[in-house]
Every structure is written in C-alpha cells, then in structure tokens.
C-alpha cells in the first residue's frame, strides 16, 4: 500500500468531499483519485450516522470555502493566478477554461506529481487539453523557491495569490513565514492574496462543538490567526495592505451540497457561514 504523508491525506479527504459538489472537475478527480478510498484507509472508527452526519457537514464547508475564493477571483480582472499548497484541486482546471487565464499550482514535490498525473487523466477524460494550466514544486515556507518559481512563470507581472486550507499544517511561526513570503512576492509584483485561511469556519466543528474528525485525525492547527475580520483588516492596513472581505454565506444560494441538509438545519449553515470569510488583500495604491 502507498504511504501518504498528512499533507496528502488532507488533499484527498477534501477532494473526496468537493467530489459530492457541483463543483466542475471536482467528482472527476475525487473518482480518477480514488479520494474517498484513500480517506476511509485513515478513518477512525466512528459510528457510521455520527460518520455521515460529519460527512454532510464538512462537504457544505468545502464547497463553501472553494466558491467563495472563486467569487471573488470572478469579480475581478484576473489573469495571473498562483494557487500555493494547491493539492488536487479542481481550480486550475475550472479557471482555464478561460485561455485568457494563466494558472500556476504549487506544493510539494509529491504532491505535484501527483496533481499533474491526476489532472492529465482528467482532461484527457473529457477530451480537453491546457496550455495556460502549470504545476511546479515549491514550499510555501521556502521564499527563494517560491519567489523563483512565480518571477520565472510571471516575471514582474500582477499576481493573485490563492490559499484554501494551508494554515492548518503550520504552526504560528511557520504561518508568518508563509505570510511575509506573499506579501514580498505582491510587494514586488502587484496583484493579491485571496485566502480563506485567516480565520476558522465555524461548520468545521460538530453540532455539540467539538471539533469534527478532520482537525483531529490530521493534527491539525485550528487556533485561528484572527478572531473577527475587523482584526484582518487593523493589521494588514497597519502593513500597508486593502483589504476585501465577503462572509462565506454570499455563495449560500449556489451549495450544492445543501441538498443533503435537512430543511431545519439550513439556516444554522448560513449562520455559520455568515460568520466565516473570504480575503482579497493586496497593497495599498
């Protein structure tokens, strides 16, 4: 049997969650994948309606936290995307459809053979092909490779820079790292940083508040970097940074995944989803 580090266990758990979506490419890649096998090879016991229960909970949080960086990517006149830590996710391929769109994905080195051999059999699947679609090793942590690999793909132009779910890896230290290497590379470059990693969603925790299986069988740091966005938005203006914010719940509408929310429970999603967000941060003109 393969061995899979964390990191890569997290990238196929939440593959297997957008899988359930409407989310394009996404049910292709969970299957191509083979996400939810690999997921279930890790899962705790756990009693299979409290399992199902989590289940319908964490794929609203996914697909949530997935259309709300991609609203705001939407809203704007975005060419140039670097998506760091990117795992398998379906962005690249949604957002090159547009060829007038260059998408870089990034993570480690084993993470990105994988998402490139997975992401070919997609396309080929569907009789598609990219040629403004890339994937390149780097660590987020490392800022030389990082800066290499996106001034060699986009020299001096604007960047947007995305993450979704990279900061529960890293401990505090390591995610100011991460942080000071993005603000460098817009600093340098122009564009921004589209996160949904700043704070915590409250849906990832259960329905009697404590934390779902997700953060406890991936170690996962889930202190989050900020309590409210009014904090966000002190210490990056402090920086020298805007900020733009959208709570989560704007996308309510568009979940796919709420169809397996019983009618009761809907509106303590949106709730929930209204206190969570999405960032643009990019420098001050």
Known sequence: MNEYSVVERTAYNVADHRGRTDIPYAKEIAEISEAEKIRNIYASDEDEAEKLKRQKRMDVAFEARYKS???LIISKDIKNIVEIACGI???GLELTKNPDIQYLGTDLENMISRSQKIMSQVLESKGESRDNLDYQVADAL???ASKRVVYGKFSEKPVTIVSEGLFIYEDDDERQRVINNILEILKQNGGCWITTDLMNM???RSDTGKRSNF????DANMTPLFNNPEEVIEYYNELGFDVECIPQSIIFDDLSSLQNIDDDKREIYRKGL????AFMIEPKK
């Not at 209204?274 to 967000?277: A, G, V, W």
Request: no cysteine; glycine share 0%.
């Open 274 to 277: 209204s206190q969570s967000y």
């Open 69 to 71: 960086i991609n609203k």
């Open 142 to 144: 490392d800022s030389e």
């Open 202 to 204: 409250p849906v990832f």
């Open 89 to 91: 996710s379906p962005r």
């Open 215 to 218: 953060a406890e069988n991936t």
